[in-house]
């Protein structure tokens, strides 16, 4: 069983739809939770930063952390054709530690 | 979010050539800096941790006498691919960050012959 798991889509939406992702993890360790976007071909792109548990929202985009159910969640409000890539979720122990990714989410929003 | 570089962008070279590939923060100071490969339509795997100044801490499966890492400074590393076969082929990606808000790379596309 892998450390961090996430559903490899792909993900369809039409345009204007919520996209929602979410991976689960087996590290209780866990406390920092990241979600990352990445284009074909390209770097992975950091959207958000999440420390323990709650919700973080900024612009389109709300991520929440359930740590006692090891589950976190991304929301893309409103999605745009221009959101279709894949997403990465990633999380660590510590500050400065490695990043553990889940395999990724390829999300197509279609106009 | 910081700016992160890598050179080449790409590179093409034969099997048994070596490839040095660099990364740089162009905006910031890090003692720490990670090296990741991804496969196509697979996650991020880290190679190796790199910490400025001493040697680098590879994953496990990782050869190190093949992936010769090099902390030169707070903002540059280089990932040497020794002697390339076609299976190194694949997407070289460093990222950098002040503490858990890793910022990556560009990342460099390799392609053994």
């Known amino acids: 069983q892998k450390e961090v798991e996430q559903d490899p889509g792909p993900l369809s939406v039409p345009e204007g739809a919520i996209v929602s992702l979410n991976c689960t993890y087996s590290?209780?360790?866990?406390?920092?939770f990241m979600w990352y976007r990445q284009y074909s071909r390209k770097g992975p792109e950091l959207l958000m930063y999440t420390y323990s548990s709650g919700n973080k929202e900024d612009g389109r985009f709300t991520a929440q952390v359930d740590k006692s159910s090891k589950y976190i969640s991304l929301f893309i409000r409103d999605s745009q054709p221009s959101d279709s890539a894949t997403y990465l979720c990633a999380m660590s122990a510590a500050a400065g530690n490695k990043l553990t990714f889940g395999g990724g989410t390829r999300v197509l929003v279609k106009p | 979010g910081a700016v992160v570089s890598q050179h080449p962008s790409r590179v093409i070279c034969k099997s048994g050539t070596s490839v040095k590939i660099e990364c740089r923060s162009l905006d910031f100071q890090a003692t720490t800096m990670f090296w990741y490969r991804q496969f196509p339509k697979q996650s991020l795997m880290l190679m190796a941790t790199?910490?400025?100044?001493?040697?680098?801490?590879?994953e496990q499966g990782v050869e190190k006498d093949k992936f010769l890492i090099n902390h030169a400074s707070l903002t540059l590393s280089t990932l040497t691919v020794t002697s390339a076969h076609p299976e190194d082929s694949s997407f070289y990606i460093c990222s950098w960050g002040p503490d858990n808000e890793q910022f990556f790379g560009p990342g460099t596309r390799l392609t053994v012959l």
């Open positions: 790199s910490n400025e100044g001493s040697k680098a801490t590879y």
């Open positions: 590290n209780s360790a866990f406390q920092y």
